[in-house]
């Protein structure tokens, strides 16, 4: 399938239970590769290359295999195996910006308690 200028995200192919080999290179498919493809054990080749695929390479199955699987051309992808030499992900802060703003807020009431307390006991000193 590849060249045939395809757009759009990968389709669903999870029902294909003995594909071997999965060519979709030279298209215009993007979004993420589907996580799905990783359990396909009967995979043993794929070819993704030349498209606008993005975001984390999936792990397990063909992915652990650098020779079986080609990705160049997807300039939005990271992650995966080292011998793919794709770019590290960027981390996700786990804490939610509640948190942040939790702090800001406790930060400006204690110094407003200290500047109140300051000016309370200005007239005495």
Known sequence: MQGNLFQGTIPYLGNLRSLQILDLSNNSLDGQIP??????????NMNLS?????GKVPAGGVFTNASAIELPG??????????LHLHP???QSKKPRKHTALKLILAVTIFLSFLALFLALLPII
């Open 35 to 44: 996580l799905y493809l990783a359990n396909i054990s009967s995979l043993l």
């Open 50 to 54: 030349y498209n606008n695929l993005e």
């Open 74 to 83: 997807n300039k939005n992808l990271c992650g995966g195996i080292p011998e």
């Open 89 to 91: 992900c960027p981390m």
